[in-house]
């Protein structure tokens, strides 16, 4: 017995011996030039509009309970929430490799033959079986799991940023509908009664039946655009209701002029996109993953030391209870891998190549984050001066379409003129809303481009 346990000692001395040569690799966060990725006149401040909770960038009370509602009952995500579930499991089976497993068996047997005492045969064992994690393959294969789940946990949160700003940004295109279909209804009122108005003049023989047609015309394609609009309402309505989980209905909400959005526009500085955009956060996770995984492949060529202890009790079928039938064993094995067809060889280029590609996912997730940032500020600066441009063009044409038409009634100009600018009137009030609409999807864009929308843990706010 003193000769086993040497030699188990032996082993174990080894073990510990060959765990000296530094097989496992700390992993180090990748580093990466944060500097100049924004391209943007704004001075670098700290201040970051991703900072804020949603609920204080949206005021209106119908939109937050529209995104309550959502967070709760949007599928994709919920399903995110069950992804990081399911990375949650793995991660615990990982951590539960490092403890011991255990087996128990029992069998009994009764015998009867005539004249013979019967017999009864009884088997109790036990097995436990430990590997020794002398080169870091478990704890490799822990924190391959706890990357998984940091990319699992990442993922919703992308899809929680998703979610906030495809609601809104639904919302708000709903209020502009809404908005462009109340231009219709007065423009459709005022060519009415021009009709009327061209009508009469052709009775009295000031016009002509060529103009009264065209401003028939004018009119029924006023009435029939305005049904295309019923028809978006309509698809926004229930595309929003899908967003939080519903089936198709209508939606309460306010007025497209009530919507007050932020303008002071804090994007930060560049490098707190590391630690604000979930689809940065899940790239890094990724780098995360595959060096953990490089080094369980690289754990591969080294032994794998276990060590199996098996007791138990069993009779002889003579004797119910026997001391001397107790039994124990305890064995240490080393397995060592010799010849595999270079499997563990290719399956290290693998691992390694997977970190390289890992390492280029998230070097472009930054870079790509820069560039939505930089390109929705300079939409927003852009759109601004377009906003201003666009309101004195349409107070431009609503006083010629109010000159033509005291024109026409004085037979001093065609209603060519009249129609042209009453047409163009109508154009630029609906691409005044789309303008509008455009701004308030910048700033919810923006929000999200930064990585603002996703709940923070209460010491992140801290």
Known sequence: MKTIHIKVFAVLALMLALSSCNIYRPYKTPEMNTDDLYRTDVPADSANMALRPWQELFTDQNLRNLIDSALVNNFDYQTAMYMVEEANAAFAQGKAAFFPTLNISADGTLSKVEDVPHGEYYNIAAAASWELDIFGRLRSAKRAAKAALLQSIAYKRAVETQVIASVANGYYTLLSLDKQLRVYDETILLWSETVRTMEDMMEAGSTNLAAVT????????????????????????????????????????????????????????????????????????????????????????????????????????????????FFANLVGGLVQPLFNA?????????????????????????????????????????????????????????????????????????????????????????????????????????????????????????
């Open 214 to 325: 065209q401003s028939r015309a004018n009119l029924y394609s006023a009435q029939a655009a305005r049904e295309d609009i019923l028809y978006n309402i309509r698809v926004t309505e229930n595309s929003l209701r899908l967003l939080i989980g519903q089936p198709a209905g209508e939606i309460v909400r306010g007025t497209f002029e009530d919507q007050q959005l932020t303008t002071d526009l804090q994007v930060g500085l560049p490098s707190q996109l590391l630690a604000n955009r979930p689809d940065v956060q899940q790239a890094e996770a990724g780098v995360r993953a595959a060096f953990a995984k490089t080094n369980v492949a690289r754990a591969a060529f080294y032994p794998r030391f276990t060590i199996t202890a098996n007791g138990g009790y069993a009779n002889d079928g003579t004797v119910s209870f026997a001391p001397g039938a």
């Open 342 to 462: 270079g499997t563990n060889r290719a399956n290290l280029r693998i691992a390694k190549a997977q970190q390289e590609e890992a390492l280029l996912a998230f070097e472009k997730s930054l870079i790509n984050a820069g560039i939505e940032v930089s390109n929705l500020l300079y939409n927003y600066n852009t759109t601004a001066q377009k906003l201003d441009a666009r309101a004195q063009q349409v107070e431009q044409l609503q006083i010629a379409v109010d000159a033509t038409n005291e024109l026409f009634k004085l037979s001093s100009t065609t209603y060519l003129e009249v129609l042209t600018a009453q047409q163009s009137l109508l154009s630029a009030r609906i691409s005044q809303i789309g303008d509008q609409l455009t701004q308030m999807e910048n700033v919810v864009n923006l929000y999200q481009a930064l990585g603002g929308g996703w709940e923070r843990p209460v010491e992140e706010e801290k």
